[in-house]
């Protein structure tokens, strides 16, 4: 194993009451400032592509912000970085450079691609699957280690079915991380968090016109922290055990279970995407068969890989015990990280309630998850939450504020995936 400046935390109750037969844990994958080499076959350096809606939605005022943000965010990009900027609307089309390729970041490059910026012109319908697949062809002119796309949709994905989306997506998984921003007023949450979750990048809003360009720059200068990129998480589990899911959980939720590529019986590899100097938290739960009191068992060996390097290893191990006071202890981050998923579900169904006319099942939802949101010290959940719903401070009674803005709902649904870490507590005072 390289000394990669990767390591491994395992937080999870070892033991188990008898006949017990499911293990939690959350592993901690922590990536030091000394990142791995990059895998091979690849080349050090950042490629980002920008896609930037133009359907007719973006007409007037919005795609001249749109196209000042783009510039801004072009004109701040690191010499040496590869970019390209592509037009979104029911096709989409290259702005920058004129072929399906990137262009190496300098005083030069980043001129002419503000100039062809301003050409920009908004209209027609929206089919984001041809962005996407546009963006994908551009990559594969590349071999930069980081490969970041930011699609940037101020409207819905009206003039395709959600059939030919969801194709794009399975062509374009491991092959670039997606950042996808919802801008304005009128775009919807459930379509901004698909399209970031199947890449592997971060669903965000920016309602306000006056925060674009600080916005877009923003997720521009985050992606260029990245480091290495398509780590891989190899996990091993022994015989008559499975995995029964694997999610990352901070800092957003990503359910990773379904994305495995199997080597063999008992080995199956999860694509973690581009990492800069960070940590991530993810939930792993197996099933086990019991064995008899004392006993102990492996539940699964992970491990995180460059290529064919293996950067770090860790341990999930699961110890029977007859005493209840050892079994029946609840692992503080484990209890943590389930009730954030719990919080995340309460605001998706809230919304997804509230948008179908069910207000009483709106109201449940959300107030349950200001609930979750205030006991977990998710201030800002809590402060997107407060836009929607009042809670009467003194009865602890929910209701749907009388006026909701449509976009309101839509910040607090692709908001809902990003979760706090645990909160320090004190020594001694685990439980």
């Known amino acids: 194993m390289t000394d990669s400046g990767f390591h491994i935390d395992v937080d999870h109750n070892e033991f188990m009451g008898v006949g017990d037969t499911v293990v939690d844990a959350i592993v901690t994958i922590t990536a030091g400032k000394d990142a791995a080499p990059p895998a091979l076959g690849r080349q050090a350096g950042l490629a980002q592509v920008i896609m930037i809606d133009s359907s007719g939605s973006m007409m007037g005022s919005r795609i001249a912000e749109a196209k000042r943000a783009t510039r801004e965010l072009v004109q701040n990009l690191p010499d040496g970085t590869r970019f390209a900027v592509v037009s979104g609307a029911a096709t989409a089309l290259m702005v920058y450079p004129d072929t399906e390729t990137t262009a190496i970041a300098d005083a030069q490059t980043r001129a002419e691609a503000a100039r062809a910026v301003d050409r920009l012109q908004a209209g027609g319908g929206t089919a984001m699957s041809t962005w996407l697949t546009l963006a994908n062809k551009v990559f594969a002119d590349t ?12 409207g819905f994905n009206q003039h395709e079915t959600s059939e030919t989306l969801q194709a794009a997506l399975d062509e374009c998984q491991g092959r670039f991380v997606c950042d996808a921003c919802g801008i304005g007023e009128d775009w919807d949450g459930s379509e901004i968090r698909l399209i970031a979750d199947r890449l592997l990048g971060t669903a965000s809003g920016l309602p306000d016109q006056s925060e674009w360009a600080d916005g877009f720059s923003r997720i521009s200068r985050e992606a260029a922290t990245k480091t290495v990129g398509d780590l891989t998480m190899r996990v091993f589990t022994p015989a008559r055990n499975d995995i029964r899911f694997i999610k990352q959980m901070n800092p957003s939720i990503v359910d990773l279970t379904s994305r495995r590529t199997e080597l063999d019986d008992k080995t199956g590899d999860y694509p973690t995407g581009a990492w800069g100097a960070e940590s991530r938290e993810f939930h792993i739960r197996v099933d086990v068969p019991p064995i008899q009191e004392n006993d102990d068992r492996l539940a699964a060996r992970i491990s995180i890989l460059s290529g064919d390097i293996e950067l770090t290893r860790g341990m999930i191990t699961a110890r029977w015990s007859g005493d209840t006071m050892l079994s029946t202890k609840l692992n503080h981050k484990v209890a943590h990280y389930t009730g954030q998923a719990e919080l995340a579900s309460a605001i998706q169904e809230g919304v997804a309630a509230a948008k179908a006319g069910e207000a009483h099942v709106a109201t449940e939802r ?3 998850a200001m609930r979750l949101a205030t006991e977990s010290g998710n201030d800002r959940t809590a402060r997107l939450l407060a836009k929607v719903v009042d809670v ?13 803005r449509s976009v309101d ?14 909160r320090r507590r004190p020594a001694g005072n685990e439980s």
Not at 144 to 153: F, P, V, Y
Not at 411 to 416: H, N, Q, T
């Open 366 to 368: 959300l107030g349950k």
């Open 392 to 404: 009467d401070p003194d009865t602890g009674r929910v209701a749907m504020k009388n006026q909701v």
């Open 143 to 154: 071999e930069a280690e980081i490969r970041h796309g930011l699609l940037l949709t101020d």
């Open 409 to 422: 709902l839509e910040m607090a649904d692709v908001e809902s995936v990003k979760t706090i870490t645990v």
